[in-house]
């Protein structure tokens, strides 16, 4: 059983974004064990048994509502195919932050960018939250670049504060405010 809000899936020119299903484990699992894709993740590569227990975690949580968090998965729309995943994290609050992660064979075809817009979107419209952040390894480029391109800031550089696979790692820090979201095409 799912407690899925009537907003559900959202999607936009190229993409669906809704919540996991069982028959995503393979998708789901080949960009978790790509070493390029979790390169500057907390976790990972995952092994099988992690990736069925953070599926089923999604599972559960998608039995609630309202959630804290909410995950949803990155669905190709011309092919049906996942690609990543989106999160808000602390969503029943009035600031939350959002995460992803997407499979490195999509990187640089602004299929990011394009879900955190929708994300926002949703945070700012439906949840009515008053900000958003969002925080990447500083060495990761890409994800900064679509905070950026969501019209966040940097608020801060903290460093080395996350011990990760390869050492001490520095951490960029983004956010914006609702009043200050534009949708795209808006002035």
């Given at each position: 059983?799912?407690?899925?809000?009537?907003?559900?899936?959202?999607?936009?020119?190229?993409?669906?974004?809704?919540?996991?299903?069982?028959?995503?484990?393979?998708?789901?699992?080949?960009?978790?064990?790509?070493?390029?894709?979790?390169?500057?993740?907390?976790?990972?590569?995952?092994?099988?048994?992690?990736?069925?227990?953070?599926?089923?975690?999604?599972?559960?949580?998608?039995?609630?509502?309202?959630?804290?968090?909410?995950?949803?998965?990155?669905?190709?729309?011309?092919?049906?195919?996942?690609?990543?995943?989106?999160?808000?994290?602390?969503?029943t609050t009035d600031q939350a932050s959002i995460g992803y992660c997407y499979h490195s064979a999509y990187w640089r075809q602004g299929y990011g960018t394009e879900a955190a817009r929708a994300i926002t979107a949703l945070a700012f419209g439906e949840l009515g939250l008053r900000r958003l952040s969002a925080n990447c390894?500083?060495?990761?480029?890409?994800?900064?670049?679509?905070?950026?391109?969501?019209?966040?800031?940097?608020?801060?550089?903290?460093?080395?504060?996350?011990?990760?696979?390869?050492?001490?790692?520095?951490?960029?820090?983004?956010?914006?405010?609702?009043?200050?979201?534009?949708?795209?095409?808006?002035?």
């Open positions: 059983m799912t407690a899925t809000p009537p907003w559900l899936p959202i999607r936009t020119e190229r993409l669906i974004l809704r919540d996991v299903r069982e028959t995503d484990f393979d998708d789901v699992h080949a960009y978790a064990t790509d070493p390029e894709t979790v390169r500057y993740m907390l976790w990972g590569p995952n092994t099988l048994e992690t990736t069925r227990e953070v599926i089923e975690r999604w599972l559960a949580r998608q039995a609630e509502w309202p959630r804290q968090q909410i995950d949803l998965v990155v669905e190709l729309q011309a092919t049906g195919r996942v690609i990543g995943v989106i999160s808000i994290h602390d969503a390894d500083a060495r990761n480029r890409g994800s900064y670049r679509v905070m950026e391109k969501l019209g966040m800031r940097r608020e801060g550089h903290f460093r080395q504060d996350v011990k990760v696979r390869d050492g001490w790692r520095d951490s960029y820090h983004y956010a914006i405010l609702a009043e200050e979201w534009i949708l795209p095409g808006q002035n």
